[in-house]
């Protein structure tokens, strides 16, 4: 846990300048506004790459490192993924290619005409699943200085991609750049980790896994379902925001967000990498309260002071990665800190349901969140305006951890059980 930790820090120190420059060219070119739709596109984007692989990418990880010395085994799990892959890439074409005109309609409006995104996304989408089988390859290795590498190399074109585009063609450039950032990140991930990945991926006969399809399916249901709905909800809360407020806040809420993604990266590497293979590994419950208790001793104390400086300084913040109409969401850290606090606390338990394959109580949870965060936004706005979106969303993980906490209550209580 000490290595992810370690290298993943210096990661998303990385990361953070890089975002620093992108974000601050962003705001100054295109504004709130801008971030606002930019944002919609990311929603977009971030589903067709968990659905690239039908969703599997947590199973991918999972059995990669229960298999990675049995070469067979993962020839199997890369043959039935491949198949998978090429129904979802045959799926998100139709859908973005030819659905081009209702999708603009539905995220930018008629006033805007941006198809050209989505029908660039459509061709894109085979490297989304080629990326995440890579991903997935070295978490479940726990390649971390390979990863690292990559990642960083990656980070760094993306930025010099997205500011080079928006500089030169404003809004338009910035939904380019995004939109082929994935062929970007095969390129990367092919050039540093051709000897591993060929050293593992062996695709010279593909066939499909009975054995694997079932083992893999219902992380695809877990994934999917999820990813969905909770982009979905991301599109609908800016729509609210902007019906009931004005497209700026709606990039004011945006751009809190990215900041809230930005500082949280210090411990989003934890999940896939350490916390998800040591939760599969472990049989009962003395061993699992034992191991939350370590996680929650090493990374919760440093987490804590990292939140409350980026309380304190968060008028600096503000001013270093955006412009000063952004100061308008200087009153919504304390909300959004809180809300990360708790939410990180939640999902280190929660992701229980992830190793045990447990996909009922995954899938019920999450869908919990995203509905109750979206009830409580349409409430809240109205008497606190967008203000009341971010208290929304700390109001939302207590209740999520009260749920989770109940579901796996034995867990928690009572002597060593199997798991």
């Known amino acids: 846990m000490f290595k992810v930790t370690s290298a993943n820090a210096f990661l998303v120190v990385a990361r953070m300048g890089f975002t620093l420059v992108a974000q601050k060219v962003l705001a100054i070119i295109i504004g709130a506004e801008g971030i606002a739709i930019v944002g919609n596109l990311k929603n977009v984007i971030a589903f067709f790459e968990r659905f690239s692989v039908l969703g599997t990418s947590n199973g991918l990880v999972k059995y990669i490192a229960e298999y990675k010395e049995d070469k067979e085994k993962l020839n199997q799990l890369f043959s039935t993924t491949f198949l998978f892959s090429l129904v979802s890439a045959l799926l998100s074409f139709v859908i973005l290619f030819f659905g081009a005109d209702n999708l603009n309609q539905l995220l930018f409006g008629n006033a805007r005409d941006f198809k050209i995104a989505f029908k660039i996304l459509a061709f894109v989408i085979p490297f989304f699943s080629l990326n995440a089988i890579i991903h997935a390859l070295l978490n479940g290795l726990s390649a971390y200085k390979t990863f690292t590498k990559s990642t960083l190399l990656i980070v760094a074109i993306n930025a010099i991609l997205i500011v080079g585009l928006t500089y030169k063609y404003g809004l338009y450039g910035s939904l380019l750049?995004?939109?082929?950032?994935?062929?970007?990140?095969?390129?990367c991930y092919l050039i540093l980790t051709y000897k591993?990945?060929?050293?593992?991926?062996?695709?010279?006969t593909v066939t499909l896994s009975s054995s694997f399809k079932s083992k893999l399916l219902p992380y695809s249901l877990m994934s999917i379902l999820v990813v969905l709905f909770i982009n979905i909800n991301d599109i609908a809360i800016r729509r609210l925001i902007e019906s009931k407020i004005g497209i700026s806040d709606s990039g004011y809420w945006t751009a809190m967000n990215s900041i809230s993604k930005t500082y949280m990266q210090f411990t989003a590497a934890i999940f896939p990498l350490y916390i998800l293979p040591k939760f599969s590994r472990i049989s009962n419950t003395l061993?699992?309260?034992?191991e939350v208790k370590q996680i929650y001793k090493?990374?919760?104390p440093p987490l804590i002071i990292g939140l409350f400086l980026v309380f304190l300084l968060k008028d600096y913040i503000i001013r270093l990665l955006y412009t000063p109409e952004f100061l308008e969401m200087s009153k919504y850290f304390k909300w959004q800190l809180l809300g990360d606090l708790v939410k990180f606390i939640a999902i280190v338990i929660a992701y229980q349901f992830?190793?045990?394959?447990?996909?009922?109580?995954?899938?019920?949870?999450?869908?919990?969140s995203v509905v109750i965060f979206y009830i409580l936004s349409v409430y809240f706005i109205d008497y606190y305006g967008t203000e009341g979106v971010i208290m929304a969303h700390f109001v939302r993980y207590i209740l999520y951890f009260v749920v989770v906490l109940f579901i796996l209550r034995n867990t928690f209580i009572g002597g060593n059980k199997a798991l």
């Open 177 to 187: 750049a995004v939109v082929t950032i994935p062929f970007v990140q095969f390129i």
């Open 354 to 368: 992830l190793a045990k394959k447990q996909t009922k109580n995954f899938i019920l949870t999450e869908l919990f």
């Open 196 to 204: 591993t990945s060929f050293k593992y991926i062996n695709l010279r």
């Open 298 to 300: 090493m990374l919760l």
């Open 287 to 290: 061993d699992f309260r034992r």
